[in-house]
């Protein structure tokens, strides 16, 4: 459980050593699906509220890093070799997140679609979710089955 003032000054305090004077901004929002977000156009760096509150501040910063890690690399570097480096350096682990933004090693729930996407929870899911790799949106061609390990 995080603190949110506390998540928020990290956040700022790391977008500043990593980001210097480039226009970069922190701050919540309202997803729940994804846990952070890099706004490319605007400049911002976002982090659910609600995952963030259940968080250990130690993840948030984690997601935090990931999303520098787009800032510096750009748009087009995707997860690919230059976001990468990027992330290496400033300290990201890149462990593997799921669209929700939870760690792999830490969930309880692990849910796995048609084709054998992960996806990572901490709580079970309450209804119907389809796999966002095998199909943007819903659609229960690729729902997933999920698991308690
Ligand atoms: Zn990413
Ligand atoms: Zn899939």
Redo the contacts with the bound molecule.
């Keep these: 459980m995080a603190d949110l003032a506390e998540v928020r000054g990290l956040a700022e305090r790391l977008i500043s050593h990593h980001l210097p004077g480039q226009g970069w901004q922190f701050g919540f929002d309202r997803a729940r699906r994804r846990g952070g977000v890099c706004i490319y156009q605007t400049r911002r760096i976002q982090l659910s509220r609600a995952l963030a509150e259940v968080w250990a501040i130690e993840q948030c910063e984690q997601v935090v890093l990931?999303?520098i890690a787009?800032a510096l690399a750009g748009a087009a570097a995707g997860?690919g070799v230059r976001w990468r480096a990027q992330a290496d350096r400033i300290g990201c682990r890149r462990e593997t997140l799921s669209d929700g933004g939870v760690a792999e090693r830490d969930a309880p729930i692990v849910g796995v679609c048609p084709n054998g996407h992960q996806f990572f929870r901490y709580r079970m899911p309450s209804g119907p979710r389809t796999c966002s790799r095998c199909h943007r949106g819903f659609d229960l061609r690729y729902q997933i089955t999920w698991a308690r390990r």
């Design positions: 990931h999303e787009h997860h």
